[in-house]
């Protein structure tokens, strides 16, 4: 069993910041892709950034210029440097991650449980 644990959610300030950490824990063989999904209240689920295994880093525009992703693929930790953070911020914020289980087996894509990201004076 994959499990993906988040950790550093929380309340901040307007123009604050935060960091998110997400690391794999069980049996898998190798991981590709590992980034992370936020879903503000009413509204989808959508990709903030996310980040290959050779470094390759992806983000939405609405958050380029402020958020920072990065991995430790030793540890099997990606991370979300999150600044300057905004109302608009404010969401649940989701890690993936797309892992093979085995060798042989094909690509498989995991969630975290999510954690709550506020932004409010």
């Known amino acids: 069993q994959v499990q993906l644990v988040e950790s550093g959610g929380g309340l901040v300030q307007p123009g604050g910041s935060l960091r998110l950490s997400c690391a794999a824990s069980?049996?898998?063989?190798?991981?590709?892709?590992m980034g992370w999904y936020r879903q503000a209240p009413g509204k989808q689920r959508e990709l903030v950034a996310d980040i290959t295994s050779g470094g390759y880093e992806n983000y939405a525009n609405s958050v380029k210029g402020r958020f920072t992703i990065s991995r430790d693929n030793a540890k099997n930790t990606v991370y979300l440097q999150m600044n300057s953070l905004q109302s608009e911020d404010m969401a649940v914020f989701y890690c993936y991650a797309t892992l093979k289980r085995s060798r042989t087996s094909g690509w498989a894509e995991v969630w975290g449980q999510g954690t709550q990201v506020t932004v409010s004076s």
């Open positions: 069980g049996s898998f063989f190798s991981i590709n892709l």
